[in-house]
C-alpha cells in the first residue's frame, strides 16, 4: 500500500469514525474486515475484539458512508486530472478540491472547468466582448454603454448586443461561483418554500390529493410522507410543485438577488454597480432559480425516500422478528367469497399435510358442511392454530370459525388473524412452484398463511421484501436503495435468529452470512441425498463451500441433538476451544452445565481471556452456554377482536378494542382492528406524553388496546387513540386534523400518508401547467418520471 493510499484510507476512517461514533482504528478494521468480504452479522457477532464492538447498526452506517465516500474521492481524483490537464491546476484551486466534503461541493468548483457546449458566453467571447465584461467588473465609474462603443464590430452590430454579450460572460462566472453557490444553497435550504397546485381540470381525477390544491410549506419542514404524496401527484400530472424563494418579502431588491451582489461588491450608486446589479438580477432569474430549485428537489426527494426507505426498513425488522407461534399442528385459511377459503394443514415441522377448498359464502352457502369439515380436519391432525388471512372475507370467517370452535371440546385450537401480504407473491413464485409443484397456486396461499403463525422468520424471506407491506410509498423510491436496505434487514433478522441446518429451506439459508442462492441451494441438495448433517464440519462437504464460506456462516447455523453440544449454539466452531475450558472449569459435562445459570455466573471472564479470543468473546460465550440457542424474538401473543365488530359500520366513537400494530410511519401507527381498514393512532394519541416518533413506542406486530375518537366511512378512515384521556372528539384526536392520509392505489399495499389537515378549495383559478412558466415545467419535466 503506497503512502497516499494509506493516507485516503486512514482519512475515510476518521471521518466515518466521527460520524457512528467510533475511534479510527475501529473503523479501519472494520474496513478491512469488509473488503475481505465478511458479512455485517458475522462481524458484529464474532469480531468483536477487532472492531472494538461495533454493532450491526454502526456497521451497515460504515457500510454506506464507505461507499458514499470511495466515490467521492474517485471523483475528486478524475476532477484533479481533469483539471491539470486543462493546466489550469493553482495551489488554491487544489486546495479548494480536496477539502470538498460532498458530491455537490465538489462539483460547484468543477464547474467553470467542466467541458461544455458551446453557449451565450463563449460566443461572446469569441466576438472579443471579454475584455468589456472586465473592465465594467474593474470599474464601477464609467457608463457602461459609453464602454461598449470601443467594441462594436460587424458581428457586435450595437451597444445592445455589446453589453448583453458582456452580461453573458459575466453572468456565466456568477453562476459558476462555488462559494457563492454554496451561501445560495444553503439560504434556500433554510428559507426556501415548496408550493403546490392543482393541474388546470383535474380536481376530480386528482381528488385524491385534494390536500395539496393550494398547499405551501417550508421547504426545510416538509415531512418525507407529505413530500413523497406531492411528488407522487406531480409524477401523475394532478399537481405543479415550485420552490418558492423569498415569495413574501416586500423589498424589491430580493435577498438572493443581494447576496450575487455582495459577492462582487455590487453597490448602488456608480453606473456600472446599477448596471451590474440588474446582471444580478438577470442571472438569478434566469440561471440560478432554476439550477438551485432543481437541487433543491433532488435534496427534498433524496430526503424524503431515505426516511421512507427507513421507515420500511425498521417496520421490516419488527416484523421479522415478530413472536413465533411455535412447533405446533397449524390450520391455515385464506378468506374467499365467491372462490371459496383454500385450507391448509401443516405439522409441528411446517410440512404439508392436508389441503382442501371450501364454500361457506354466496353463492354456495355451505356454512354446516364447511364448519363440519373444519371441525374434522382440526380433529384428525390435531391442530392447536387457526391461522387466518386478513383479506376479503376475513371477518366472515373468523365468525364461522369462532362458532365451530364453540362446539368443539377443550383443549380448542387458538384462532389468530395473520396479515397475508405478499401471499399471493409468494403463491405465484418460482420457489412456491419449486416448493409445490402439484398444488394448486391458490392453496399455496394458505400454506403460506399458515407457516407465517408458526415462524414468521422463516415463511416471509420467502416473498421479495418490498412485496410484504409494512412501508410508505415504497413504488415511488429509489429501488436499488430500497433492495440495498431491506436485504440488510433480512440478513440482519436471521442471523440474530439463527436458521436450523437440518429444516431450514433454500429460501431461509441464503440469508445466513456468507451464503446465498446457489450454496443454499446446494446445502439441500447434500441434505436430501446424504441425510441429516450431524456437525456443522459436515459443511465442508457440500460442494463449493470453503473453509472462508465456513467461517462466516457456521456460526449461525444450528443442529439440534447432534453428536457436538455446541453445534446447537451460536458459539462459532473457531472458540470451541475456550467453551471447553469454560467448561472443565466447572468440572462438569458440558450438557449439564448448558442452562444452568448459577454455575456460570460464579466464572471470572477474565481467566479464559487469550492471545487470540478476548473479553467480548468470553462473555458471549458464557451468555450462550448459559441460554444456548436462545431466541431474541419476544413470546407469542395474539389480538383478541371484538365479537360483533365486523365492519366500519359497527364502529363507534369511545369503543374500546384491542387490535394489532401493522404498521408504523413518523406519524403514527396503523391498527388493525378486524373491520377490514386498519384505524390510524395519530403520534399525539399514543402516550400522555409528548411523542416525536411513533417508533418510541409501538412497533410492528405489537398487540395494544386503543379508543375510537373518530370514523369517516366515506374516506374509509379511523381515528385512534392509546391515550388514557383521550375521548369522542377531543381536539387532539379530531380525525379531520390528526389523520395523516393521501392517496391510495393499487401500487401500494398499505395506505399513503398524506397531509395532515382537512381538504381545502384551491385559492382561485387552479394553475395550469403551460401557466407555471419555464421554472414550473422544468421542475414537473425534470421528474415526471425515473
Request: with cysteine; hydrophobic share 40%; glycine share 8%.
Amino acid at each position: 500500500m503506497t503512502t497516499d493510499t494509506s493516507s485516503l484510507a486512514d482519512r475515510i476512517a476518521r471521518q466515518i469514525a466521527s460520524e457512528i461514533g467510533a475511534r479510527p482504528q475501529q473503523a479501519l478494521a472494520a474496513i478491512a474486515l469488509l473488503d475481505e468480504g465478511a458479512t455485517v452479522p458475522f462481524i458484529a457477532r464474532y469480531r468483536k475484539e477487532a472492531t472494538g464492538g461495533l454493532d450491526d447498526t454502526q456497521l451497515r452506517q460504515l457500510g454506506e458512508r464507505l461507499i458514499y465516500l470511495r466515490e467521492l474521492e474517485a471523483r475528486r481524483g478524475a476532477i484533479l486530472q481533469a483539471v491539470r490537464q486543462l493546466e489550469k491546476l493553482t495551489p488554491e484551486l487544489e486546495a479548494a478540491i480536496v477539502g470538498a466534503t460532498t458530491k455537490a461541493e465538489l462539483e460547484d468548483i468543477y464547474l467553470p472547468y467542466k467541458p461544455k457546449r458551446r453557449n451565450k458566453a463563449e460566443i461572446a467571447r469569441e466576438r472579443g466582448l471579454g475584455p468589456l465584461a472586465e473592465a465594467i467588473l474593474a470599474n464601477r465609474a464609467p457608463v457602461p454603454a459609453e464602454l461598449a462603443q470601443a467594441y462594436l464590430t460587424d458581428e457586435v452590430v450595437d451597444v445592445k448586443a455589446a453589453l448583453d454579450g458582456a452580461r453573458d460572460i459575466i453572468s456565466e462566472q456568477f453562476a459558476q461561483n462555488a462559494e457563492l453557490l454554496g451561501r445560495l444553497r444553503g439560504y434556500l435550504r433554510q428559507n426556501a418554500s415548496l408550493r403546490s397546485r392543482l393541474v388546470e381540470g383535474k380536481a376530480e381525477a386528482g381528488a385524491k390529493f385534494s390536500d395539496y390544491f393550494d398547499h405551501v410549506e417550508k421547504w426545510a419542514a416538509v415531512p418525507s410522507h407529505r413530500a413523497l404524496a406531492m411528488l407522487r401527484g406531480r409524477n401523475e400530472d394532478m399537481l405543479t410543485l415550485e420552490i418558492e424563494v423569498d415569495a413574501e418579502d416586500p423589498r424589491p431588491l430580493k435577498p438572493v438577488v443581494r447576496m450575487i451582489a455582495e459577492a462582487y461588491s455590487i453597490g448602488a450608486n456608480l453606473p456600472g454597480d446599477v448596471w451590474l446589479m440588474e446582471v444580478a438580477g438577470w442571472t438569478w432569474r434566469v440561471k440560478l432559480a432554476l439550477h438551485l430549485s432543481l437541487d433543491l428537489m433532488t435534496d427534498l426527494r433524496m430526503k424524503a425516500e431515505t426516511e421512507a426507505i427507513n421507515v420500511f426498513a425498521r417496520n421490516l425488522k419488527d416484523l421479522l422478528l415478530t413472536a413465533p407461534a411455535g412447533s405446533r399442528a397449524t390450520m391455515g385459511l385464506d378468506p374467499g367469497i365467491r372462490t371459496g377459503v383454500k385450507v391448509a394443514i401443516i405439522d409441528g415441522t411446517g410440512k404439508l399435510v392436508a389441503t382442501t377448498t371450501v364454500y361457506p359464502f354466496p353463492p354456495k352457502n355451505d356454512v354446516r358442511g364447511t364448519q363440519g369439515e373444519l371441525a374434522r380436519l382440526i380433529r384428525q391432525h390435531k391442530v392447536e392454530l387457526v391461522a387466518i388471512g386478513n383479506g376479503t372475507g376475513s371477518r366472515e370467517t373468523e365468525k364461522l370459525v369462532a362458532e365451530m370452535l364453540g362446539d368443539l371440546p377443550s383443549p380448542k385450537p387458538i384462532k389468530v388473524v395473520v396479515s397475508e401480504a405478499g401471499a399471493s407473491v409468494y403463491s405465484a413464485s418460482e420457489a412456491a412452484a419449486m416448493e409445490f409443484p402439484t398444488l394448486d397456486v391458490s392453496l399455496r396461499g394458505a400454506v403460506s398463511i399458515a407457516r407465517r403463525l408458526q415462524d414468521p422468520l422463516a415463511e416471509l424471506v420467502k416473498i421479495e421484501p418490498k412485496s410484504i407491506g409494512v412501508g410508505q410509498y415504497q413504488h415511488d423510491v429509489d429501488q436499488y436503495h430500497l433492495a440495498r436496505a431491506l436485504d440488510a434487514v433480512v440478513e440482519d433478522a436471521v442471523n440474530a435468529v439463527g436458521v436450523d441446518l437440518n429444516t431450514a429451506s433454500a429460501s431461509l439459508l441464503a440469508r445466513v452470512s456468507g451464503l446465498g442462492t446457489a450454496l443454499a441451494e446446494a446445502i439441500v441438495a447434500h441434505r436430501d441425498a446424504n441425510g441429516p448433517f450431524a456437525s456443522r464440519k459436515q459443511l465442508l462437504d457440500v460442494t463449493r463451500l470453503g473453509p472462508r464460506t465456513f467461517e462466516q456462516c457456521a456460526g449461525f447455523l444450528r443442529i439440534r441433538d447432534g453428536a457436538e453440544p455446541l453445534d446447537a449454539s451460536s458459539v462459532h466452531p473457531e472458540a470451541y476451544g475456550v467453551a471447553r475450558k469454560i467448561v472443565k472449569a466447572c468440572g462438569r459435562d458440558l450438557r449439564t452445565l448448558m442452562g444452568d445459570s448459577a454455575a456460570l455466573s460464579q466464572l471470572d471472564p477474565r481467566a479464559f481471556v487469550d492471545e487470540r479470543f478476548g473479553l467480548p468473546t468470553v462473555r458471549d460465550i458464557i451468555a450462550e452456554l448459559d441460554k444456548p440457542g436462545r431466541d431474541p424474538r419476544p413470546a407469542f401473543k395474539t389480538a383478541t377482536f371484538a365479537d360483533g365488530i365486523d365492519d366500519m359500520k359497527d364502529l363507534k366513537p369511545g369503543m374500546e378494542l384491542e387490535g394489532t400494530v401493522t404498521n408504523v410511519a413518523a406519524f403514527g401507527a396503523f391498527v388493525d382492528i378486524g373491520v377490514h381498514q386498519d384505524g390510524l393512532v395519530h403520534v399525539s394519541q399514543l402516550a400522555d406524553r409528548f411523542i416525536k416518533d411513533a417508533h418510541e413506542v409501538v412497533k410492528v406486530g405489537d398487540v395494544v388496546k386503543v379508543r375510537v375518537l373518530e370514523i369517516d366511512i366515506k374516506r374509509k378512515r379511523i381515528s385512534l387513540s392509546m391515550r388514557r384521556d383521550a375521548g369522542p372528539g377531543s381536539a387532539s384526536g379530531s380525525a379531520s386534523r390528526q389523520l395523516e392520509r393521501a392517496p391510495r392505489d393499487n401500487r401500494d399495499n398499505q395506505v399513503a400518508p398524506g397531509r395532515g389537515a382537512p381538504p381545502k378549495p384551491a385559492a382561485g383559478k387552479p394553475a395550469p401547467r403551460e401557466a407555471q412558466g419555464a421554472l414550473g415545467a422544468a421542475l414537473m419535466d425534470a421528474f415526471k418520471k425515473r
